[in-house]
């Protein structure tokens, strides 16, 4: 009989979430949802849930503490402004965290970004670009990283990226009207 690999027995198993998509705000969530379509895309098990640094910082803690037994491999964390929640979960945990800057009203993100990006040495966060993309790639990421120990999603990989560079040769002539 094949040996299935740990990591894709789980996913086979009963669907318990491998990578927590946590954001600061409902209103995070129309960004977020890029992530949550990759990581559906590719039919990795995840949750969604809004945990709140500076509303929630109980909830947060609980949440980043507990976030490795309870099977979770990667978190991708969204949040806008001063945006101190991927930095904070990061701090509590040693699973790898993805940050996302949300694009924010008042400086466009920039603020969020540079709150994600610039952590003291020895608290890493993987910060995207700010936005859609960002969430995009963080979900995309979060695939690699599980990737790397899943031969099936490795595979999905390979295939994602040829579609996308066929669908783009598909298309690549310009003319001028
Ligand atoms: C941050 O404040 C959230 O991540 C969100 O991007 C921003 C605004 O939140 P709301 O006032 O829309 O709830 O904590």
Request: aromatic content about 4%; proline content about 6%; some cysteine.
């Amino acid at each position: 009989m094949e040996c299935l690999h740990p990591c894709l027995a789980l996913f086979m198993n009963d669907s318990a979430p491998v990578v927590g998509v946590v954001m600061g705000s409902r209103s995070d969530w129309e960004t977020m949802s890029a992530a949550a379509q990759i990581l559906q895309q590719f039919g990795v098990p995840y949750e969604c849930k809004v945990v709140s640094a500076h509303r929630t910082p109980a909830w947060m803690s609980q949440y980043a503490i507990e976030s490795e037994s309870r099977g979770l491999k990667v978190i991708i964390a969204g949040a806008g402004g001063a945006a101190h929640l991927p930095g904070m979960i990061a701090s509590q945990t040693v699973l790898p965290v993805l940050g996302v800057p949300v694009q924010s009203k008042a400086l466009n993100g920039l603020d969020s970004l540079l709150s994600i990006v610039q952590m003291p040495g020895g608290i890493p966060v993987g910060t995207l670009a700010i936005g859609v993309a960002g969430a995009k790639n963080a979900g995309l990421l979060a695939v690699r990283i599980l990737a790397t120990n899943n031969a099936d999603l490795n595979r999905k990989l390979h295939e994602f990226q040829q579609q996308q560079t066929e669908a783009v040769m598909a298309d690549c002539d310009l003319s001028l009207p």
